[in-house]
């Protein structure tokens, strides 16, 4: 057991992370840009503002094990820049290599490491509403409540089994216990496009959309301008043109900035859109980023031709934490501190009142939510490049329908669980971030099914960052294929194992996601069941002592020694 005071731990585990830029003067935002014209209002002399930020919580209220990704590929042009680092090039960028406390919560070893420790979980577990709640509140307090700014990104009504069994009824109460302001339209368009109009009148608070995509306010005489970017993919679900994207982002950005000194980006988009957004936009601050679930604990600034790319915040997923940004102004800018914030359950105060409404509201749903299912023969996780041991189990699971492959996307959703822990339904129901997720079976062919992998390929290594969909590889059981990492579009699925003679003959292929039933209208629903129950019922077969299946994945062409990834980095 350590002996951290809760000031110790928490120093210790934020330590070498608090990092300053010139957000202005990077952005190219100052009072006149010479790109594009944009004028913006100079800020007050010497002002200064805090702003809060979260994103990715999945309406997880309550604590998480942490477990991030220990194999994280992106665009051969972002390799070796964050967050696209090995698990020990994220600590060493960081000058963290000698600190466990940080390992824990930015690396998978270190995750695992801090669990085995701590047997009773009393440093295991991470973030839940109530210990968010209380964090964000006295940030706000200690800074000023008139100078703080809290925004909500993406992806905070959904993904857990609480919020798919009631709609994203409570999404908009959450977000008030945490405090959110403003917040930027995300999943529950989709999953429940007749209670939106009920759900954002709840919130009482602007919530940016595609046909309302600025909020204006002031905090400490500073008038500031929120612009909001919805995931391209939704917004455009029959594919976008970037240009035209960008274009109307612009416009938007150009009229924020009439009327304000500080002009934010909440950006829906995921990881490598925003990245990409960071270079093309002007008269943008900074920009906050949500979907991809990535944690970085300074802010990004990839290299662009221009030199003035605008700093990327990422906040990480499922409220293990937060980040803090202060800015002060200086001139025409603004000067940019962040500290990412990581929250230990266990050292860590709860806010009273909403660790008893999170009981009174699970109450009527947690006998159901909270079922024993089976326990943990060893980690269940499903952040990884590649694949994770949650895909696996769901490719056993697909595998009971007759199929003689499975195929999945690469969804970053899911709770991890370490050795010995009990699964229940709420961690099923995670797994798919609340969509339906009814199971098929399809006939596919060898070309077909190859076509399928590229795509999901392009998506995650395209050089055009914008196609970044924020899913890792597609998951493929019962076959083999190499991934050529430097291979051109259209070429990096190679040696695609077939299980019959003759790659023109169709086999069956079993899934969940919609990506792949809208290209095949012969694919076969199995009657009346979805992914969760699939997954359950495959559970109940398994004895006591189930041990976890072999993880099935790709081999990779790669460049031996490059900075950004290596497969040595694999657990």
Known sequence: ??????????????????????????????????????????????????????????????????????????PMSLLGQAPYLTEQNRLATLGLQANPVAASWLTA????????????????????????????????????????????????????????????????????????????????????????????????????????????????????AVVGSVNPWQQFPQGFDEQDWLAGLQAHIKTAAKSASLVILLCDAGTNPSLWLSTQLEGVDVILSSRGQDLWPQPVRVQSNSGKAIPVCFAGSQGQGFVELQLTAEGDNWQLAMQYQPLFTQVEPAQAAVAQQITQLRAAYAGWLDQPLAKTPDWLYRR?????????????????????LTLAPGLRHGLALPPGAVITRDHLLSLTAGYSAKVFNLPANRSELQSRLEVGADQLLSDDWFLHSSEDLPRLTGSHFVLRYQALAGQRISELEWPVASTSEKVR??????????????????????????????????????????????????VDGHPGWHPEALL
Not at 9 to 31: D, N, P, Q, W
Not at 161 to 170: C, F
């Open 1 to 74: 057991m350590l002996n951290f005071s809760r000031r110790q731990f928490l120093a210790a585990s934020a330590a070498g992370v608090v990092t300053s830029v010139a957000a202005g003067g990077l952005s190219g935002c100052a009072t006149r840009s010479g790109k594009t014209g944009i004028k913006r209002l100079a800020p007050p002399t010497n002002a200064q503002l805090q702003l809060l930020f979260y994103a990715d919580t999945h309406a997880q209220w309550q604590s998480v094990y942490a477990h991030p990704a220990a194999n994280h590929l992106g």
């Open 384 to 404: 990884d490049v590649l694949a994770g041991s949650w895909d696996q189990i769901i490719a056993e699971a697909l595998k009971t329908t007759g199929a003689d």
């Open 509 to 558: 292929v079993a899934g969940w996601s919609t990506h792949y039933q809208n290209q095949a209208r012969s694919a076969e629903q199995i009657e009346g069941i979805a992914l969760w129950q699939l997954l359950e019922n495959w559970l109940k077969t398994q004895p006591n002592d189930w041990q976890l299946p072999a993880i099935e994945q790709p081999s990779l062409a790669f």
């Open 109 to 224: 070893q270190g995750a695992r490491q801090q669990v085995q420790r701590f047997s009773n979980n009393e440093l295991s577990k991470m973030g839940g509403y109530a210990v968010l709640a209380q964090a964000l509140a006295e940030k706000r307090e200690a800074f000023g409540v008139d100078a703080s700014l809290t925004l909500e990104g993406g992806q905070c009504w959904n993904g857990s089994g609480l919020s798919s069994m009631t709609a994203g009824r409570y999404g908009p109460l959450s977000s008030h216990w945490l405090g959110a302001e403003v917040r930027v339209a995300s999943e529950e368009a989709v999953l429940w496009p007749n209670n939106l109009a009920q759900l954002y009148r709840d919130f009482k608070r602007p919530v940016l959309t595609a046909e309302q995509p600025i909020s204006y306010l002031t905090k400490a005489g500073v008038k500031i």
